[in-house]
Structures are given as C-alpha cells and as structure tokens.
C-alpha cells in the first residue's frame, strides 16, 4: 500500500541529483563530450536509492545524457543468421582485440550509433539467430559534463510536481474511503 511518506521519499535534493548522475555513469573517466558509458539493465532495476529508471529519462529531458541503444551481450555473443559486411568487421575486430562494442566502433571508426542501428536492422529483418537474454547493457552518450544547479532544480521541480500529484490522488483515495456517502462524494468530485 501506498502511504504518503512513501511518496515524499521520491523527493530529491541538488546533491542527491548530482550523486545520481555519478552513479548513472559508474566509475567511468568522462574525459569529453560525446563519450560514451553503459550501464547494466540490472543496475537500473535495482537501483533503489537514486531510481536511475526515473532519472534516465529525467537526464535525457534536460539533455544531460542520450540513450543510444540498449544491446544484450558483447558482439562475439551475438550471432546473425547471415551476417552482413558490417557485422563480419564487427565481429573480426571483436576476435582480435576485445569483444566490447566500445572498442569495436572505436577500432573501426564506425560509430556506436550506427552498429546499434545495424543491430536493430537486422533484428527487424529477422535475421539475428542469437541473443543473449541474460545481459543487457544501455548504452549513453555524455552531453555534459556536469550538471547544473539549473538543470538540478528543474528536475527535482518536475519530480516534486509529480510527488505532489499522487499525494492528492492518495488524499481524495482517503477521502472518498471515509466519506459517509461514497456515490456523492464522488459525484461532486468528479464535476
């Protein structure tokens, strides 16, 4: 059951924001712009302290971070039922050196973004024959560096708008339950 301290617990602060972030792109050394930083499904899912599901999307609005593609598995992990000329380097580059799409793209000079594509291309044609289910990463594109006091606060606003939506939800729920007259209550409140 829902309580209203549940809710206020949604709540964050500047700080909490700012650690969040932190979190989102783990022990990653963000160097610049543009680079790029994955993050297990799992990890999102069972974030409880900073619900980087939440702040995913909250980030993306506020154009700190852009999701690029989630993949499961490595490349030498994924197997096409006909590979294509580009899957073929993919996973050439993935043999020799290391089977991460990081440094295949880096290796190959293709971007990240256009392997991701390529995957969900052939995916759509069905000619992928083996996924991983097990392992998911999502994969980011850095924005920025840091994140505003500005962009800190639209965002705990936006959050806090919400919170403050359900807790009258709750509170009309609580109402309507202890109300004498149920059907009128209603009535009036749905005028």
């Not at 930083?37 to 799992?42: G, L």
């Not at 505003?148 to 639209?154: D, L, N, R, T, V």
Request: proline letters at 2%.
């Amino acid at each position: 059951m829902v309580r209203e301290k549940d809710l206020n617990n949604q709540r964050y602060t500047p700080d909490k924001i700012i650690e969040a972030f932190k979190s989102l792109i783990g022990s990653a050394k963000i160097k610049r712009i543009g680079q790029l930083v994955n993050k297990s499904k799992d990890s999102f899912m069972m974030s409880k302290e900073h619900n980087l599901q939440l702040l995913r999307y909250k980030f993306e609005n506020q154009n700190i971070i852009k999701c690029v593609g989630e993949i499961n598995g490595a490349p030498l992990s994924i197997k096409l039922k006909k590979n294509t000329e580009l899957w073929n380097q993919v996973v050439d580059k993935a043999s020799t050196g290391m089977d991460s799409f990081r440094y295949v793209s880096d290796k190959l000079g293709i971007s990240f973004s256009d392997i991701v594509k390529h995957l969900y291309e052939q995916d759509l044609v069905n000619n992928i024959k083996t996924l991983p289910a097990m392992k998911k990463d999502i994969f980011f594109e850095i924005l920025q560096l840091e994140i505003s006091s500005e962009k800190a606060i639209k965002i705990i606003e936006e959050i806090d708008s919400e919170v403050d939506f359900r807790i009258n939800q709750l509170n009309e729920l609580k109402s309507l339950c202890i109300s004498e007259d149920s059907y009128s209550y209603l009535q009036k409140s749905l005028k």
